[in-house]
């Protein structure tokens, strides 16, 4: 059997494994004991989730992508790259939902067969412990996610155009959600060129669906103010925190009232589709991602999309994520309709 028969199997088997609410599926050839006890927490957490919103399983596909491996004597590194599709019912509507994850797979080779040794999250809900100061935010360059073990820094990758940009002014507009949704679901699984895209992707995305609904950028030229997006120019970075900080586009539409505006809504249930969605992991009232709503379920809950872990029609609530602790708080923001 080769290392790539085995992490074949892997998937198939992480497939049942979410299906069955259970690692056993796994437990013949992953021996990564650390990841197997994360999986069981998530699993019983997903598996009361689903419970209560009366959620059953279908079917889950994965396409996988093997896209860079190092081999050694016995011993791979695999970077992999899994698009995951989801069916599941709730009373007589199906629900699908899509999910890209990245992984690296580290595999050995025992008495003559392959075995996976450690399973590392390459990109996944962002995770920032220190992500501000009293009176601002530290520079970009200094953003640094912890992704189960691996670190890598918020910068953006490559830039193509510099947008042009709107201030807010006297006359209004209605926010057109339908538009904001339907960039959601068009750039829910990759970047729009015409924009930078960071490593962590998530506000950036959100700010794109809210800016594609008619919110109008408000051009400061500074960092910390206003809420704009110009790109890279002669090798700088032209975006406020607002735009690409989960904790700073939050505050931003929470206390804006000129354009661009928020009111924080008390329960998920309330939210409209185009509304967003903020999320303290480890609840010290520091925001680390973003969401958008863009359908509800049959029980009228809201599901999201996202980027970093690029989601389409994912459970709000994220029970489902490595990032979810029994601290996790949410914002749930309403957009106001006419900005």
């Given at each position: 059997?080769?290392?790539k ?7 198939h ?6 299906m069955?609410y ?10 990564d ?13 997903t ?8 959620f ?9 992508s ?22 599941g ?5 199906d629900?699908e939902e ?9 595999l ?6 392959w ?30 996610a ?51 895209e960071?490593?962590?992707d ?6 794109q ?9 408000h ?8 809420w ?60 680390q ?8 379920d049959e ?6 999309n996202?980027?970093?872990?690029n989601?389409?029609?994912?459970y ?24």
């Amino acid at each position: 059997m080769s290392w790539k028969t085995t992490l074949y199997d892997y998937v198939h088997h992480k497939n049942q494994m979410d299906m069955d609410y259970s690692v056993e599926p796994l437990m013949p050839f992953v021996i990564d004991r650390a990841y197997l006890q994360a999986q069981i927490k998530r699993l019983a957490r997903t598996a009361h989730l689903d419970q209560d919103r009366n959620f059953f399983y279908v079917k889950s596909e994965t396409r996988l992508s093997i896209l860079h491996a190092e081999e050694q004597a016995g011993k791979v590194i695999a970077n992999v790259r899994l698009r995951r599709t989801s069916i599941g019912s709730i009373g007589t509507r199906d629900h699908e939902e899509q999910r890209i994850e990245y992984e690296q797979v580290h595999l050995e080779e025992m008495d003559g067969k392959w075995y996976i040794v450690n399973i590392e999250s390459l990109r996944s809900e962002p995770f920032f412990p220190n992500l501000s100061i009293q009176d601002g935010f530290h520079e970009p360059e200094e953003y640094f996610a912890d992704h189960g073990g691996t670190k890598s820094l918020s910068i953006p990758y490559l830039n193509y155009n510099i947008l042009p940009y709107l201030e807010p002014g006297a006359r209004k507009s209605v926010y057109d959600r339908a538009k904001a949704v339907q960039y959601a679901d068009t750039w829910w699984d990759k970047g729009n060129p015409a924009y930078i895209e960071f490593e962590v992707d998530c506000s950036n995305y959100i700010s794109q669906c809210l800016f594609a609904g008619g919110a109008p950028m408000h051009y400061t030229g500074k960092r910390d103010a206003g809420w704009w997006y110009k790109g890279r120019y002669n090798g700088q970075e032209h975006w406020s925190y607002s735009w690409a900080v989960a904790h700073g586009l939050q505050r931003y539409l929470m206390i804006n009232r000129n354009g661009l505006a928020a009111e924080e809504v008390p329960q998920a249930e309330m939210l409209e589709l185009g509304d967003v969605i903020s999320y303290d992991w480890d609840g010290n009232g520091r925001y680390q991602h973003s969401t958008i709503v863009t359908a509800k379920d049959e029980n009228g809950m809201p599901l999201v999309n996202a980027h970093t872990t690029n989601s389409f029609h994912r459970y709000w609530s994220y029970k489902d994520s490595v990032a979810w602790t029994e601290r996790t708080q949410y914002k749930f923001l309403h957009i106001a309709d006419l900005l």
